[in-house]
């Protein structure tokens, strides 16, 4: 009976370690939804950072494999790099999907790129790199 108690003992998940998860997430989720709000109460169009090349690559790749499935990448760049880019959050805030849209674009669905796939390093605006840190898994 000993022999197993430790393989009983291991296989209880431990209940401190999900709650203390589960509060971790409900703090970041309140961090981006108060980043987003700061962000967006001036009303600014932020300009954009570019995305990292990986990302561009990978994007190029799912668009070949699922061609027509949202805007092309490059299209959604370029209209990023022309009419700046806002910060918005998805149909469930509460969530914390946030999501980056050419400013003209109300499109989440096919026009949207996340939060991490922007150029940290190019960011002009802290609250949008705080946000960016926020949102990347590591």
Do not use: W
Request: net charge negative; charged share 40%.
């Amino acid at each position: 009976m000993d022999k197993l108690k430790p393989h009983i003992e291991g296989s209880v998940p431990n209940q401190e370690s999900d709650i203390d998860l589960e509060k971790e997430e409900r703090e970041r989720v309140e961090k981006i939804l108060k980043l987003v709000e700061k962000i967006n109460e001036s009303g600014e169009i932020l300009p954009f950072p570019g995305i990292h090349p990986e990302t561009h690559s990978k994007m190029k790749k799912d668009e070949d494999e699922y061609p027509g499935y949202t805007t092309p990448i490059d299209e959604i760049i370029e209209r990023c790099e022309r009419e700046g880019i806002k910060v918005v959050l998805g149909k469930h805030p509460e969530s914390g999907n946030v999501f980056i849209l050419p400013a003209d674009s109300n499109d989440i669905e096919n026009d949207s790129i996340a939060p991490d796939q922007l150029q940290i390093d190019a960011v002009e605006n802290e609250e949008l790199r705080e946000l960016i840190k926020l949102t990347t898994k590591t």
